[in-house]
């Protein structure tokens, strides 16, 4: 196919295959979404909704009303269908992208897609952040487009605010842009946002589909610069967010009293399942700052399929680098918590009973 450009067809597809499972805690969402009396009330405003409208250009409404709930300048505010997009068009603006490794995908993924130099920097032991040698990768060059995920995915780690403020003054120094992208900020003790208020080269990226329990509805956001969004609104499609994404979002923005609600029924469900995983003979959780918990297994294939068979649906992670074993876990309602744990447990249950058949058949004891 000589049309498109040749290194997109030898790209590998976005690394995300969807299974059918009773309990799914594959894609770090909230288990719990707008409240029933919010949904009602979204029916009858869509009801209302002139469809055969085109929506806002960058829906400007919605972007008000995040200036208002974040207090940033409304004009530093982009909003996307999703922050994914937002990230792909941040990618297509950097003249380079550096990043963290392991990472969350799209940033490298979409640096492939669109042909932009990319570099990563491995964490240190225990998923800590390389911050002298990420200091060194930000010296080095031409300045480009610096992500960091904080909290981290898809450790779930934290990164400290002040070793990130040191990474944003080298980064404002070799005028390279930094993102930190906040998707997971509402389960972590601090975030940016005050910081990066006023300065050119720090930019905050945020989405509903998490804590908010909107993913469904794709709607993400920047908080930047007026001049970063300028040029990151231009990349966007213009009509890009659809008017009931925006409609779902307005009436979210306000009423938010139901995210810290949720926000808190997850910590504390993750707290419960991290602890009780320390009684596992061979998985290993990682604490957590985010709504999921980062596994190691002995076997990350095994511990998919085995979970998968008892109905519970997870995200495998081995093929990140410095993952080898690793499986990811969407906290969700107590319920499926539970079922999750049983399933973990059960599959250390059979693995122990199929080590000691084999035991037995050899006669080792
Ligand atoms: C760190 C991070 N950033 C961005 C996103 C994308 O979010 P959205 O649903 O807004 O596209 C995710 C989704 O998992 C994420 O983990």
Redesign the pocket.
């Known amino acids: 196919m000589k049309a498109l450009k040749p290194h997109l067809l030898a790209l590998p597809d976005y690394p995300y295959t969807m299974a059918q499972a009773l309990i799914k805690l594959d894609?770090?969402e909230s288990p719990y979404g707008l409240p029933p009396e919010l949904k009602a009330e979204l029916a009858s405003r869509l009801a209302e909704l002139p469809l055969n409208r085109y929506p806002r250009m960058h829906a400007e409404t919605l972007a008000e009303r995040i200036a208002d709930f974040e207090g940033w300048p409304e004009a530093g505010v982009v909003v996307?269908p999703?922050?994914?997009?937002?990230?792909f068009a941040l990618v297509a603006a950097a003249q380079r992208v550096l990043d963290v490794s392991p990472s969350?995908v799209?940033y490298e993924h979409s640096a492939h897609l669109l042909g932009a130099p990319y570099r990563a920097v491995p964490l240190r032991e225990g998923f800590e952040l390389p911050v002298a040698e990420l200091q060194e990768a930000l010296g080095e060059g031409e300045p480009g487009v610096f992500f960091l995920?904080n909290p981290h995915?898809?450790t779930g780690a934290f990164f400290a605010p002040e070793r990130v403020s040191s990474l944003c003054q080298t980064a404002a120094a070799a005028e390279w842009l930094m993102i930190i992208?906040e998707?997971?900020y509402q389960f972590a003790p601090a975030d940016m946002k005050r910081q990066a208020l006023g300065e050119a080269h720090l930019g905050i990226?945020r989405?509903?589909?998490?804590a908010w329990g909107l993913?469904g509805a794709?709607?993400?956001y920047l908080l930047a610069s007026e001049e970063v969004a300028r040029v990151v609104r231009n990349l966007l499609p213009p009509f890009g967010v659809p008017a009931p994404t925006a409609l779902a979002v307005e009436l979210a923005l306000e009423h938010p009293g139901y995210v810290a609600e949720a926000v808190e029924k997850v910590r504390r469900e993750r707290d419960r399942v991290y602890l009780e995983l320390k009684a596992h003979p061979t998985w290993r959780a990682y604490p957590s700052h985010t709504n999921f918990l980062l596994i190691r297994t002995p076997d990350a294939a095994a511990a998919y399929q085995g979970l998968l068979k008892k109905g519970v649906l997870v995200r495998r992670q081995d093929h990140l680098p410095g993952l080898a074993g690793a499986i990811r876990v969407t906290i969700g309602t107590p319920v499926e918590n539970d079922a999750f744990l049983q399933a973990a447990f059960e599959l250390a249950r059979e693995e122990r009973g199929n080590e000691k058949e084999s035991e037995d058949a050899t006669g080792e004891d």
């Open positions: 894609q770090n996307g999703g922050s994914n997009t937002i990230i969350f799209h995920p995915t898809p992208d998707a997971y990226l989405t509903f589909s998490k993913a794709r709607a993400g």
